[in-house]
């Protein structure tokens, strides 16, 4: 863990960050809150359409500890390459099954997004060697979309398979 200064001005406004330095180098952000809880989210949502997360009863949207916008554009211009990943974990007593359900994740810019799939949880099945996940990767040169921001789920409200979303560091490199 580090204390950064990218727009190297007064070390007032540095941020904390962690950095591998294998591989060409990375600075990464963890997200403030990284664990989306364990909950029925699609209980709660409107059928038939994309719900953010961030607009459901204790839905929240992904903040990271960077210290300013100044702070941050100064790290993406010493970058090249944006990466981040979010991993989808079914509850431990259930399993991922073979129905897929859309899912979208909103960018840093907050006027795009990316569409991908996940398979949604059953219950009352044979169990695994432990819980399901799926692991979503993001990777890109357009350094203003990452970080993630938030989660839409595309779903109805009979739905009752807990779930949780782990959001990781995203990292510049």
């Known amino acids: 863990m580090y204390y950064i200064d990218p727009n190297q001005g007064s070390p007032v406004d540095a941020f904390l960050v962690s950095c591998d330095f294998t591989s060409g180098g990375r600075t990464c952000l963890p997200p403030l809150q990284p664990q989306v809880p364990m909950r029925p989210w699609l209980k709660y949502s409107e059928a038939d359409t994309f719900n953010w997360i961030s607009t459901m009863e204790e839905g929240f949207q992904f903040e ?3 210290s300013n916008v100044v702070q941050m554009k100064f790290l993406r211009l010493h970058s090249k390459i944006a990466a981040q990943n979010i991993t989808y974990t079914c509850q431990f007593e259930t399993r991922q099954g073979s129905r897929q359900r859309e899912i979208k994740f909103l960018s840093n810019t907050r006027q795009q997004s990316y569409l991908a ?3 949604d949880c059953l219950s009352n099945e044979p169990l695994g060697s432990g ?3 799926s692991v979503f990767n993001f990777e890109t040169e357009d350094l203003n979309l990452l970080p ?4 839409g789920l595309f ?3 009979n739905l009752t398979e807990r779930f949780t979303f782990t959001v990781g560091p995203v990292c510049f490199s």
């Open 117 to 119: 799939t996940f398979h």
């Open 148 to 151: 993630i921001r938030d989660l």
């Open 155 to 157: 779903g109805t409200s």
């Open 64 to 66: 990271y500890p960077e």
């Open 131 to 133: 819980p399901q996940e």
